[in-house]
């Protein structure tokens, strides 16, 4: 915090390190202070800390401790917003990330890997999955930006789509009766999601088609599927990918089509590694310092680049 955290208050304050890279934007900035995420605290439920972090920072909701199906949180900020105002854009809001994660099992000392990895909530139950590939945001967003495919070619893609979303519906359904309790919650919730695409699909299709900015081109596409992206908390293209994910955001509101994005840089316990930041090291067993210099040093440079 040290690092963070100016030593005077007032707009003549000096910037620390943490802080040096928005030196250009000094005078249009305001660093609080002061506040605490209370929710992420223990608070009688013992160990969790990461997993309490990633789903209390936007939701200001102590998680219930389960690693089953009866999760329990709140609504995000994030969604709270587009709830508002999300009706003035072709997307209410788009949640964006850089590694997948998981939405089952036990990840955090008896809690659900659905805390660890999902910043967005969607409401009590329903986390809202982050997209991290960047060449399929761009295709959400500007009709798979290819300007060869006709009209007719764009409905009859779109209509697949949706004809997998009804069979996938109605398998489900099918499912309903024949489960006991808590499997019918978790397939409730997941119906809901499946909804929820369903509404986006309808969405993305309404209005004019949308162009991309000018200059703007669809993104290579490089190798998402390595076992260190899509299953593990880390990245071994990060300093590419990451740049990406932020293009994607900045083309987002510069055409407008929404004004609510989530992009967490990780998730919660994430080992990525920085050697472009001249810290090769994870991040996560370089926070937990304990007041060693050396850590220190190198969580500051992290810090710094991200």
């Not at 009866?70 to 003035?88: E, P, R, T, V, W």
């Not at 994430?270 to 969580?299: C, E, I, R, W």
């Amino acid at each position: 915090m040290q690092n963070w955290t100016p030593a005077t208050v007032g707009g003549d304050f000096e910037l620390t390190p943490i802080l040096t890279p928005l030196a250009k934007f000094r005078d249009r900035m305001m660093v609080i202070s002061g506040l605490a995420c209370e929710k992420a605290n223990a608070n009688g439920h013992g160990p969790g800390d990461h997993a309490r972090a990633m789903a209390a920072y936007l939701t200001g909701v102590q998680p219930r401790k389960t690693e089953g199906a009866n999760i329990h949180l709140g609504i995000s900020a994030d969604q709270a917003a587009a709830d508002k105002i999300g009706y003035m854009t072709r997307f209410s809001s788009l949640e964006l990330g850089i590694t997948e994660g998981q939405s089952v099992g036990r990840c955090d000392s008896g809690y659900s890997c659905a805390y660890l990895h999902n910043l967005s909530w969607r409401n009590d139950t329903t986390p809202v999955v982050k997209d991290c590939i960047p060449q399929s945001v761009f295709d959400r967003m500007f009709a798979n930006g290819d300007p060869n495919e006709t009209a007719e070619a764009r409905v009859r893609r779109e209509e697949k789509k949706k004809s997998i979303l009804d069979f996938v519906l109605s398998d489900a359904r099918d499912m309903q009766g024949k489960v006991g309790i808590n499997d019918k919650r978790k397939l409730d919730e997941y119906l809901a999601a499946i909804r929820e695409v369903e509404i986006r699909l309808s969405k993305a299709n309404e209005g004019p088609e949308v162009k991309p900015p000018e200059g703007a081109q669809r993104p290579e596409a490089f190798d998402l599927n390595t076992k260190k992206l899509g299953v593990s908390s880390s990245s071994d293209k990060y300093d590419v990918h990451l740049p990406l994910m932020i293009d994607m955001m900045v083309l987002a509101f510069q055409a407008d089509l929404t004004r609510v994005i989530t992009l967490p840089f990780a998730d919660e316990e994430s080992n990525q590694t920085y050697p472009f930041a001249d810290a090769n090291v994870p991040h996560h067993g370089t926070s937990h310092h304990q007041g060693d210099p050396a850590k220190m040093a190198l969580l500051a440079k992290i810090n710094i680049i991200t």
